[in-house]
């Protein structure tokens, strides 16, 4: 065996994490069995398939099974994590995928096991696999299994549209949307700490058209509009400094002058060279597009 491929294992207080192996491929079967209700509310069930991840083990593909140092019933599988898609180069990253198992769901053992996990992928070669970044995906509607990702210190990043194809939940096999969670080496692994969004903030005159253009922009950008039709300037400021992925404010510019709006921004706690200030926006979707791009390069850099 080489050393990209040298079992893995990490150690903690309750449980084990290490490398798949044949000796697995029993107790396995019967931990999923076990869990199968639960687990086909969002997933084929495959009491089977840890043959087939054996098989799979290569440097872009590993499988770590979560061990419990006191079983309880017929197996001691808490968990099994699959780390997969590992891109090396600038990149450094890979993705996991995992199932915890009754009758240790709940316990808190799993999350001490990918916690492990976690470690495992950020230790440097050939003790670990030398990740810069971890990805998960969860279906939005699993709330537990994206509660846990935060819960070991993941931050959301962002909602995919059609994602996987996936059958569960009573329902056919169909393109799901997802959520995407991540963390990185070196960033404490933090209960629940704030997901730290980007933020945006453009800043237009109202013109002669009704909202129609800010609305597209505030909609291309995924953040708030605020606008001086609908309530106070004060009040803009005011909202605009407690939303973390900041707005496209819309001014009426023949009542709030620039230094007032440089005012309005100190306020709220935007530096003026974050901001994009634009006159009157353009009405087409391709010059809607462009601002949005243009604030996006401008806030986030």
């Known amino acids: 065996m080489t050393d990209e491929m040298r079992p893995l294992r990490q150690d903690g207080d309750r449980v084990w994490v290490a490398s798949v192996h044949e000796a697995d491929v029993a107790p396995y079967g019967r931990a999923v069995e076990l869990s ?9 069930v495959h009491p089977s398939d840890l043959i087939g991840q054996l098989s799979r083990q290569s440097e872009v593909h590993r499988t770590l099974v979560v061990h419990a140092r006191r079983p309880v019933g017929d197996h001691a599988i808490v968990g099994v994590v699959n780390v997969f898609n590992i891109v ?5 990253s890979g993705t996991i995928g995992y199932n915890s198992f009754d009758p240790y769901t709940g316990t808190g053992l799993f999350a001490e096991g990918l916690r492990l996990v976690l470690a495992l992928a950020f230790t440097a070669e050939p003790d670990g696999l030398g990740l810069h970044r971890i990805e998960a995906n969860v279906q939005p509607a699993n709330v537990r299994s994206a ?33 995407s969670y991540a963390i990185t080496a070196g960033e404490p692994p933090t209960p629940h700490r704030p997901n730290e969004h980007p933020r945006v903030v453009v800043v237009a005159g109202t013109g002669a058209r009704r909202p129609g253009p800010a609305g597209a922009l505030a909609d291309e950008l ?56 634009v006159g009157e926006l353009p009405s087409d979707p391709s010059g809607i597009t462009r ?11």
């Open 291 to 301: 601002v949005a791009l243009q604030a996006r390069a401008i806030g986030l850099g």
């Open 88 to 92: 090396r180069g600038a990149f450094q």
């Open 36 to 44: 199968a209700p639960r687990i086909r509310e969002w997933n084929r």
């Open 147 to 179: 509660g846990l990702l935060r819960s070991i210190g993941f931050r959301r990043e962002r909602h995919v549209r059609h994602m996987l194809f996936l059958e569960g939940g009573g329902r056919q096999a169909s393109w799901r949307d997802h959520d």
């Open 222 to 277: 995924g953040v708030p509009l605020l606008s001086s039709r609908i309530i106070s300037v004060d009040l803009i400021w005011q909202v605009l400094a407690t939303s973390p992925p900041g707005a496209v404010v819309e001014l009426d510019p023949d009542a709030v002058g620039r230094d007032a709006v440089l005012d309005g921004l100190h306020r709220a706690d935007v530096p003026v060279e974050r901001a994009l200030l």
